[in-house]
Each structure stands twice: as structure tokens, then as C-alpha cells.
């Protein structure tokens, strides 16, 4: 640890290069990946600007549970629909499982009123928020009968 901080203390400009390099990767890589909200964002955009939802995980995943008023476009299917999305003139939020394909979809979009749900439909539950249409996948436990012990 001591020779790091000897090594930027001798040499100030490369570590200040180091710094401005990561500063930008950052900032790029997040306007690549599109304008995240979190779900409380997304409740008060589709109640005051009317936003769009569109969730493009496959169907099955879908109708396993959505956030409602979600519309399903799969994003294998994105290419095909990308003028569709395009001519929506209210904010779209474009939900995925974890938020990163998302970033995908918005970067083939290619409009500035189109974000990402932060962390998808997995940050969605981990807020506690609700889903529609969600099935419950635990198997049921059968009810035995033990038998008595008294007669």
C-alpha cells in the first residue's frame, strides 16, 4: 500500500490521466446504456406523462408476471418493431430481467424520451413492488394425516 501512494505522489500526471479516463468510461458507458428510473420513478411517469411500458423479455417469462399496464415485445423481436416504439410520443420504459438488455433495446431505439427500468423486473420485486399474472411456481405439499398415538 505504501508504494502505491509513493508511486502517485511521484508521478501526479498519469494517476490524473487515470482519472479522467475513468470518469469518461463512465459517463459513456451509461448514456450508452440509456437513462435509468428506479420503480418509484416509473409509477409517477406512467400516472403524470402517461410513460409506455414496454417489457421485452421472451413471452413465457412475461406471462410468468409483468408490471401492469406492460406491453410484451420480446427482444428477439425488437428489429421488427423499432419504428413502432419510434412513434410513440409518450416517455417509454423499456423493462428487461436485471436491466441490462434493456440498455440494448435503447440503444437500437435511438430516442431520447426511452429509458430503462433500474435493475428490471428484478428490482422491480426487490422494491416491493407488485406483479400481474404472476403464477405461483411452489409446489403445493400434500397434507398428510399422522397417525395417533392414543386409541
Not at 428506479?38 to 406523462?49: A, D, E, K
Not at 419504428?83 to 428487461?96: K, N, S
Not at 426487490?126 to 399474472?133: D, T
Amino acid at each position: 500500500m505504501d508504494r502505491a501512494l509513493e508511486f502517485v505522489g511521484n508521478h501526479p500526471f498519469l494517476f490524473g490521466i487515470l482519472a479522467v479516463l475513468a470518469v469518461l468510461f463512465f459517463t459513456i458507458e451509461n448514456k450508452r446504456s440509456g437513462r435509468k428510473i428506479s420503480p418509484n420513478t416509473l409509477g409517477m411517469m406512467v400516472n403524470s406523462q402517461n410513460a409506455q411500458l414496454i417489457d421485452i423479455r421472451a413471452k413465457k417469462k412475461f406471462e410468468s408476471g409483468y408490471i401492469q399496464g406492460s406491453r410484451n415485445i420480446p427482444f428477439t423481436e425488437l428489429k421488427d418493431r423499432i419504428e413502432e416504439i419510434r412513434a410513440i410520443e409518450q416517455p417509454v420504459i423499456i423493462i428487461c430481467d436485471m436491466g441490462v438488455q434493456a440498455g440494448a433495446a435503447i440503444q437500437m431505439i435511438g430516442k431520447d424520451s426511452v429509458y430503462r427500468l433500474e435493475g428490471g423486473i428484478g428490482g422491480w420485486q426487490g422494491a416491493g413492488m407488485p406483479l400481474v399474472g404472476l403464477k405461483d411456481t411452489t409446489p403445493k405439499k400434500k397434507s398428510k394425516a399422522k397417525p395417533s398415538l392414543h386409541k
